[in-house]
């Protein structure tokens, strides 16, 4: 059994509302030798806010730091979604529109048509994706 490792980011809260936490990720130093970098998205940019439910906000404040994590597994899943996907539609619709005789402008615009439709799908269901990629928020007691 593979063990399940976690990606862990620290940040300040942003908003409360209702259940939802919104917390602010800025990458860190450590970031370059951490083991996840690879599926994780904070370590090659600025800010990211990352939505986390809870069902105690209430324990939470505005300003306090606290750390987030997620499985690896989802950092992952995240990746394929964005990037693995995207690129296989590419090239499939590129191929095959070639092979078909299209033009070459003609299939690389419709090659990348088809991933601009991907990702206004993937917008549309972007609440059933929320439910499927966990983060877990947690105080940091120091």
Request: overall charge neutral.
């Amino acid at each position: 059994m593979v063990e399940n490792e976690e990606i862990r980011h620290r940040g300040v809260i942003l908003d409360i509302c209702g259940r939802r936490i919104d917390v602010s990720v800025k990458p860190e130093d450590a970031c370059g030798s951490c083991k996840a970098k690879s599926v994780c998205a904070v370590g090659d940019g600025g800010e990211r806010i990352v939505s986390v439910m809870s069902d105690i906000p209430h324990m939470y404040t505005v300003g306090e730091e606290v750390e987030i994590s997620t499985a690896k597994i989802m950092g992952v899943k995240a990746v394929i979604y964005a990037y693995v996907i995207p690129f296989v539609i590419m090239l499939f619709l590129l191929l095959a529109l070639l092979d078909f005789g299209a033009s070459e402008s003609t299939a690389g615009l419709s090659a990348i048509c088809g991933v601009v439709a991907y990702y206004i799908v993937l917008f549309f269901f972007r609440r059933k994706l929320e439910k499927t990629i966990i983060f877990k928020i947690h105080k940091i007691y120091e």
